[in-house]
């Protein structure tokens, strides 16, 4: 499966969906957010949680599940840019005669 190279954080695509003459605090209250939450997923400290994905989907007629996968793909991409620890197998591979 060939991964997305560098996405986007779901705030950036937000912005894209935003009216220009939106403000963040109007946004929020259309939302039922705060304006503090808002602004903080729009510039990429928060990520888009399930009840964020709801509300954004029927705000601006698109699916949650847009918003989680790219909330997933962004989490993803920024984790496999980190070492990962010592990890031991749990399971044992299958064998070739099962």
Known sequence: MSRMHNPAHPGEVLREYLPENLTVGEAAARLGVTRQALSA???????VSADMARRLA???NTSAEMWLTM???YD???AEKRPLPRVRPILKKASAAS
């Not at 997923?41 to 990520?47: E, K, P, T």
Request: aromatic share 6%; hydrophobic share 45%.
């Open 41 to 47: 997923l729009l510039n990429g400290r928060a990520g």
């Open 58 to 60: 029927r705000a601006l």
């Open 71 to 73: 909330q997933s793909a």
């Open 76 to 78: 993803l991409y920024q």
